[in-house]
């Protein structure tokens, strides 16, 4: 008996501490690839994409010059997509809204933080990782600076989340929960790719930068409005410094997007470029900011073009049926998993579905007939 009430117990403390969204847990297996990048071709060969992140059918990607591809097969490294649209990307989605007046207020807070906070880069580095002091820090500490300057208030988050494994978004899930509790206007998770470096390379004024890439989870309920944020980010960065932002890529992961629809995963660079071209293209994205975020009456924002018109995207059937199952079906799951384990360790401890049935009742008649005398005396 007492050791079914110490397990009743352990449950019930499980259930009452449980903090992890279905996004969060989908993450154990669909962020990243462990080693190398995944190549993606077109259904005549050419090269769409290449990425050190997951890649999972169904998957979609709106390259540099807006054309949609649907990942149809995975096989190891290696998938194939095919080409939705040629069009812009307000004629694949035709529920348009433009891009409204930049939002302004006293002051805006960005807020920034890292989930792999061991990302380096391997030309400046050495190596393409480093335990608890990563270069992605000071690509970020470059962002955070540039908007300062361009009169944002800026929260650069640099608590670390190693090691690089299945659990750090979640980690990270407690991060971003903590930076939303300021309510910033816009919530950047940098990092960066893994993938060649000819793929990032990006030139700018004579010198070099990297391109940058933008990643919407589709395991989230947010994703409607992530996908309009995302393409309006897209779209300032094209008027402003075209090439820039690589594509958008719609992966089989939440990202802890679900945490809030103006969160965006940003890959800055891969391990094969310099840390100094990653800092140039986070100056470079923080200038691009002001075309849909105001800095506020502070300080004067550096002249940027405004964004071209950018579309409310209606997502695809597909995507939209592998979105999170929201709070309900996680709860009913963790229950579930509750009661089989129950069962089992009822039928393990006796030996007989008859002897647990048996059991199960004599605890439920003394403890929670302790539970209700003892409510009874203290009235």
């Known amino acids: 008996m007492q050791a079914l009430r110490l397990f009743a117990i352990v449950s019930v403390m499980l259930l009452a501490s449980l903090n992890v969204s279905y996004s969060a847990i989908a993450e154990a297996s669909t962020t990243e690839i462990s080693n190398g990048f995944v190549t993606i071709i077109d259904t005549v060969g050419n090269i ?5 992140l997951a890649v999972h059918p169904g998957d979609e990607f709106i390259d540099e010059d807006n054309r949609v591809y649907v990942v149809t ?11 939705v649209r040629e069009e812009s990307i307000s004629d694949l989605w035709p529920d348009t809204i433009p891009v409204q007046a930049p939002a302004q207020s006293a002051s805006q807070l960005v807020s920034i933080y890292h ?14 990782t480093v335990t608890g002091d990563g270069s992605i820090l000071l690509v970020g500490e470059a962002f955070s600076k540039r908007l300062s300057e361009l009169g944002y208030q800026t929260n650069h988050d640099k608590t670390l989340h190693d090691p690089h494994d299945a659990n750090a978004y979640q980690r990270s899930r407690r991060t971003a929960m903590k930076l939303l509790q300021q309510q910033p206007a816009a919530l950047f998770d940098i990092h960066r790719d893994s993938a060649p470096a000819k793929i990032y390379d990006f030139h700018v004024n004579g010198q070099d930068a990297t391109k940058i890439l933008l990643v919407v989870g589709r395991q989230n309920q947010n994703i409607n409005t992530t996908m309009n944020y995302a393409t309006t980010i897209k779209s300032a960065a094209d008027a402003k410094y075209k090439g820039l932002i690589r594509g958008i890529f719609i992966a089989n992961g939440g990202y802890n997007q679900d945490l809030n629809p103006h969160s965006i ?17 986070a100056a470079l994205f923080a200038d691009v900011i002001p075309s849909f975020l105001a800095p506020g009456t502070a300080a004067p924002a550096a002249q940027a073009p405004a964004a071209v018109p ?3 995207i209606s997502i695809t059937p597909d995507i939209a049926a592998n979105t999170n199952p929201g709070p309900r079906q996680d709860t009913l799951l963790v229950i579930g998993a509750l009661v089989l384990g129950t069962g089992a360790f009822l039928f393990l401890s006796t030996g007989s579905l008859h002897e647990a049935k048996a059991k199960l009742l004599r605890f439920g008649k003394y403890e929670f007939g302790d539970i209700f005398r003892s409510r009874k005396k203290r009235k």
């Open 265 to 281: 995963l940003v890959e800055i660079g891969t391990q094969y470029n310099n840390r100094e071209a990653a800092d140039r293209s």
């Open 115 to 128: 989930t792999h906070t061991d990302e380096s880069y391997i030309p400046t580095d050495g190596k393409s």
């Open 73 to 83: 097969a995975v096989q190891g490294t290696s998938a194939t997509a095919e080409c």
């Open 48 to 52: 769409v994409f290449q990425t050190g």
């Open 310 to 312: 950018s579309p409310a």
